[in-house]
Structures are given as structure tokens and as C-alpha cells.
């Protein structure tokens, strides 16, 4: 295989998966998984970044998995960069524990989404999915 073959993008198609949060009161945690699934034809050949942007009065806290994600914009964007070899039909999740401010108010908070960016991806119609947080009473 030639550099110029070994560099090339594969024909992947990432997709990210909603999945909500678990239920978490005012001033209480709980964390946001940014869940990607390669649907194929190809392994991945390039690196792809998971983006966790989160709603207001929510704010990412450390530690992160994978531990070289970032956290930017106040604790409220995580970026995430996975390796090259993302075989077809498996996934990639990053975990991203965040709190929620004490004066959010019970129910949805709503504005949040993960997404996903890599030169291997040629459809970008499943790259971003919205979660919502349930602010819950303590018990």
C-alpha cells in the first residue's frame, strides 16, 4: 500500500445515535454520551470528532472519556477526536459528565446535540443529533 492509498478516505458512514441523558435535579449530574455507530461500507481510515455542544445552565466537568477530549466556550463544547479504524457496524462513545446549574427549572431543558465530523463521512444527514436533559425534583 502507497502513502497516497494509506491516506485516502474510506467510504464510511458515521452516524450519531440520540441518546438522552439520564434524569438529574437542579445543581445535580449526570452525563451526556455522544454515541457513534459506522454504518459502513469501509472501516474508517480518518480520525473523526465527536462535538457535545451543550443547552444553557448546563456545563461539562472533567474528567472526560476519552481523557484527551476538550472541554471550550465556558464548560458548554466538548470536543472529541477517536483514531483512524472504526470498523464497520461498531461504535464510539464519548462520555461527558455535566452539571446543571441549581436555578434551572424542573422539565426539559432542550438545545443540546452531538455531532459528528470526518473526511471519511459522505453522508452528512445522520451527523447531528439533538439530546434532551429532564430536570427532575430530588427526592
Known amino acids: 500500500m502507497t502513502t497516497a ?8 458512514d458515521l452516524e450519531v445515535v440520540r441518546l438522552d441523558p439520564d434524569p438529574a435535579p437542579p445543581g445535580g449530574t449526570t ?31 472533567e474528567p472526560f472519556f476519552p481523557e484527551d ?7 458548554h463544547r466538548v470536543l472529541c477526536t477517536f483514531p483512524a479504524g472504526l470498523a464497520v457496524l461498531r461504535s464510539a462513545t464519548a462520555h461527558i459528565p455535566v452539571e446543571i446549574d441549581p436555578t434551572v427549572p424542573i422539565g426539559d431543558v432542550e438545545g443540546g446535540s452531538v455531532t459528528v465530523t470526518s473526511h471519511d463521512d459522505h453522508n452528512s444527514a445522520n451527523n447531528r443529533q439533538p439530546f434532551t436533559i429532564k430536570v427532575v425534583e430530588t427526592d
Open 5 to 12: 492509498e494509506a491516506a485516502a478516505p474510506s467510504n464510511s
Open 31 to 61: 452525563t451526556v454520551h455522544g454515541y457513534v455507530s459506522n454504518a459502513g461500507p469501509e472501516q474508517t481510515a480518518s480520525m473523526f470528532i465527536v462535538e457535545i455542544t451543550l443547552p444553557e445552565g448546563v456545563t461539562a466537568q
Open 69 to 75: 477530549c476538550a472541554g471550550s466556550e465556558n464548560g
